[in-house]
């Protein structure tokens, strides 16, 4: 049984926007950093942005900052990622992550994963 779930992908135009969610279950959200990931064809998974159990901090990859917002509401027990002028490389899965403690971008330091949501950004 999954403990996160993704949703809020889809086809967008470029320079268009979605705002993607992740809900978790059978865990206490507000223990652990929540990270967001994607992985492009023929790439590995990329670590994008991270926000602090208390989101009184937040990190976001270069190829994303400035677009990207990330935001959680711990006692609904979400997640969001809001992505802004959206380019063509930003296609790709995406995957929300949890990990008990602090921030980090090492994909093996996440304990609990999603089923990931499919952005396809394209004309």
């Known amino acids: 049984q999954t403990q996160l779930v993704e949703s809020g992908g889809g086809l967008v135009q470029p320079g268009g926007s979605l705002r993607l969610s992740c809900a978790a279950s059978e865990f206490t959200l507000d223990y652990y950093a929540i990270g967001w990931f994607r992985q492009a064809p023929g790439k590995g998974r990329e670590w994008i942005s991270c926000?602090?159990?208390?989101?009184?901090?937040?990190n976001s990859a270069d190829s994303v900052k400035g677009r990207f917002t990330i935001s959680r509401d711990n006692a609904k027990k979400t997640v969001d990622l809001q992505m802004n002028s959206l380019k063509p490389e930003d296609t790709g899965v995406y995957y929300c992550?949890?990990?008990?403690?602090?921030?980090?971008?090492?994909?093996?330091?996440?304990?609990?994963w999603g089923q990931g949501t499919q952005v396809t950004v394209s004309s």
């Open positions: 992550a949890a990990k008990f403690g602090t921030c980090g971008g090492s994909r093996s330091n996440y304990e609990y």
């Open positions: 926000i602090s159990r208390s989101a009184g901090s937040t």
